[in-house]
């Protein structure tokens, strides 16, 4: 089962993100824990002590409550697996990550909608929350069905770190995974070829590396051409997953590309 932690507020992203989830639930072994915080205001203060304090943190607990419930009651969303949103308050970056690093989670999941403007994805890539996500992340831009994974790799990924993450969330969703060995060449159009016609080191490597990791897949292609016809070529996938370089983005410039061009949701796993 994939623990998955679902952060939410009542807006539309969080909307499309919850209606995303709840679909995989029904489809895949999946199950969701949701998380709303709530902000405690500009000073970030608690006013009073003892009974005044306690009072306060139950009225602002129970404001969120109600905002994240009447979510899911507009979403329709009728899945045991959810229970009950968890409230915090205080900072909502910090208060996510204690939960990610505290709780018996997998993957980590939030809305983003999609927007011709990639510098939203960069600069959500390079915050805090995900320079220091302990969990591979999906990020939601528009509403698929989620059918299949689309994992795209290019020779900078490190396979040996990559692996046992993947292989757990592919064999325990169940998902089709698709595997795109990338050359991210400035070329005018896109071309795809089959293993027969790969060569070269990485493209090996990766084919042993999933054979031997038992981490099942239902292709496996190579492609080149830039981001932006390849972002064009996979704009319907139900998920597309790659790599991202933690404490560098900088070396996933190419992969953090495509995916802030992806207007379907998108998956990233930390290295």
């Not at 932690?5 to 639930?25: P, W």
Request: with cysteine; hydrophobic share 40%.
């Amino acid at each position: 089962m994939i623990r998955t932690l679902i952060a939410l507020d009542k807006d539309l992203s969080s909307s499309i993100a919850l209606r995303y989830a709840c679909n995989a639930v029904r489809n895949f072994d999946m199950a969701l824990s949701a998380l709303h915080v709530e902000d405690p205001g500009p000073s970030g203060r608690r006013p009073g002590t003892g009974w005044v304090q306690r009072s306060w943190e139950t009225a602002i607990e129970e404001d969120g409550l109600q905002k994240i419930k009447a979510l899911i009651d507009m979403e329709n969303v009728k899945i045991p697996a959810i229970g009950l949103p968890k409230i915090r308050i205080g900072d909502k970056t910090e208060e996510i990550l204690l939960e990610a690093h505290t709780g018996n989670y997998d993957v980590f999941m939030e809305g983003m909608l999609a927007t011709a403007n990639t510098d939203d994805f960069h600069q959500a890539v390079k915050s805090r929350l995900f320079r220091k996500m302990p969990l591979p992340s999906i990020l939601v831009k528009n509403l698929m069905p989620l059918e299949s994974m689309v994992m795209v790799l290019t020779s900078g990924h490190d396979l040996s770190l990559l692996m046992p993450v993947l292989s757990y969330f592919i064999t325990q969703s169940r998902l089709p995974l698709e595997i795109l060995v990338w050359n991210p060449q400035n070329t005018k159009s896109i071309e795809f070829t089959e293993p027969k016609e790969n060569s070269n080191a990485f493209f090996t490597q990766v084919q042993e590396s999933f054979n031997s990791s038992n981490c099942p897949f239902t292709s496996l292609k190579g492609v080149k051409g830039p981001a932006s016809l390849l972002a064009r070529e996979l704009g319907r996938s139900s998920l597309v997953a790659s790599v991202i370089a933690r404490k560098t983005p900088e070396e996933s410039r190419s992969s953090m590309d495509l995916l802030a061009r992806i207007e379907s949701p998108v998956m990233m796993f930390w290295q």
